[in-house]
């Protein structure tokens, strides 16, 4: 095989070259055709840790958790790709603290990336009304990537004989450094957020920034940088009134070529004799998806459900069919049951 560096796209997959991927097309093939095919998440917001580091501890109660899990691709592919995650946070006086594990899955290849990352956030207050709010976090932890080279089938393997076929018997031809191999991994974010609970406008905006050492990584043995990953994102809660709520938000995501743009606009809708908040409304990814979102939150549990309709190239083979995702939501109450939710953790 041809040597070469590494071609780095952790959009696509950072960690297979180009020698590689035309032999596991089979465990591969759907990132090489879809622009901007990353590990992401169309509730974004409703996995906090997921999404800033400066989010940690930023709610009201005691303690969070979250869990979380998409499937994608299950329309074209006999292994979708799956996204699975849970976290834990709570608030200590002005500090945050908190734990990340995500696991992500694709392929034929079964293709693994699963992560722990600490996660430790700061609350600025800027006036004594305790309105403006200034959130720091950082992460920190492990990453570990692996894959199953046993499963997949290279180009070597191609039999001609008796009118052409693949031969997993053959020598597929390939050599690996290793299939597994963990590295460090460091994030950070900051986030503004106006507080003030009977205010007609709640606006806020964050940036976050991933994989900020770059850590090597390769199953070739190359000289191989996972790249950054940035997002910026933004949104306001407008209180209509006591039962309803809008949040119109956007998020732009940034990794080396790659780019996307999510805008959403979700209605909150509070039945008061029920105690309870319903969640609706749409969300369009740009070139990607249009995605619709349903949820409700009671007491302490929040459920949201979503589901990808399929807008990008691949519309034609997945027949618009894209993915389905689900979070639930837990946050020990410290008092008010359903207060105004002026900070974006909804």
Not at 39 to 45: A, R, V, W
Not at 102 to 127: E, Q
Not at 223 to 249: S, W
Not at 281 to 290: E, F, K, L, Q, V
Request: positive net charge; proline residues 5%.
């Amino acid at each position: 095989m041809e040597k070469k560096k590494d071609k780095v796209n952790s959009c696509r997959f950072p960690l297979l070259k180009r020698g590689l991927r035309r032999g596991v097309w089979l465990f591969l093939f759907l990132p090489s055709l879809i622009f901007a095919q990353d590990f992401h998440l169309s509730q974004y917001d409703a996995a906090p840790l997921f999404l800033n580091p400066s989010m940690t501890g930023m709610f009201d109660g005691s303690y969070r958790v979250h869990l979380h899990y998409r499937t994608q691709w299950a329309a074209v592919a006999s292994k979708p790709l799956t996204t699975a995650g849970i976290s834990f946070d709570m608030p200590v006086k002005k500090f945050g603290v908190g734990l990340q594990i995500m696991n992500y899955r694709a392929g034929a290849g079964s293709y693994n990336v699963s992560s722990a990352l600490l996660s430790i956030g700061y609350d600025v207050v800027f006036d004594k009304a305790n309105n403006h709010h200034l959130a720091l976090g950082m992460q920190g932890g492990t990453q570990q990537n692996s894959f199953n080279a046993s499963a997949l089938t290279f180009g070597n393997q191609y039999d001609m004989a008796n009118g052409g076929s693949l031969n997993p018997s053959l020598p597929s031809g390939e050599t690996f450094s290793n299939t597994s191999f963990m590295v460090p991994d460091f994030n950070a974010g900051f986030l503004y957020y106006y507080a003030k609970e009977n205010s007609r406008f709640n606006p806020f905006i964050g940036f976050s920034a991933f994989h900020l050492s770059e850590p090597k990584e390769t199953f070739m043995g190359a000289d191989n940088k996972m790249p950054r990953r940035y997002y910026l994102h933004a949104g306001t809660k407008i209180n209509v009134n006591e039962k309803i709520q809008f949040l119109p938000k956007i998020i732009y995501m940034s990794q080396i070529n790659d780019q996307g743009v999510s805008a959403s606009l979700l209605l909150h809708y509070f039945m008061k004799d029920a105690d309870t908040y319903l969640i609706f409304g749409p969300t369009y990814r740009y070139n990607d998806a249009s995605i619709i979102e349903a949820g409700i939150k009671k007491g302490s549990y929040t459920a949201r459900v979503s589901y990808d309709i399929n807008t990008s190239p691949l519309k034609t083979a997945s027949a618009y069919r894209g993915g389905f995702e689900i979070s639930l939501t837990y946050i020990a109450r410290k008092s008010k049951p359903n207060p105004l939710a002026n900070c974006p953790r909804l």
